[in-house]
């Protein structure tokens, strides 16, 4: 199993939900590219990070 921590800051801010955008580790290309958060867990953050496991 290995994990992987992806890094996503604030692009834009809709209804319901937030958008993020990843930031890519230097040099390697996005893992998940854009994903919707939930305001009512994303609230007021201009970050956040995610833990991705991988179970083979």
Not at 22 to 29: A, I, N, T, Y
Not at 34 to 40: A, D, M
Request: hydrophobic letters at 30%.
């Amino acid at each position: 199993m290995s994990e992987k921590k992806v890094k996503f800051e604030f692009e834009k801010q809709n209804k319901n939900s937030v958008r993020f955008k990843e930031v890519p580790e230097e040099g390697m290309p996005p893992v998940i590219g854009s994903i919707y958060v939930q305001k009512w867990f994303a609230g007021d953050s201009k970050n956040i990070e995610i833990t991705i496991s991988k179970k083979d």
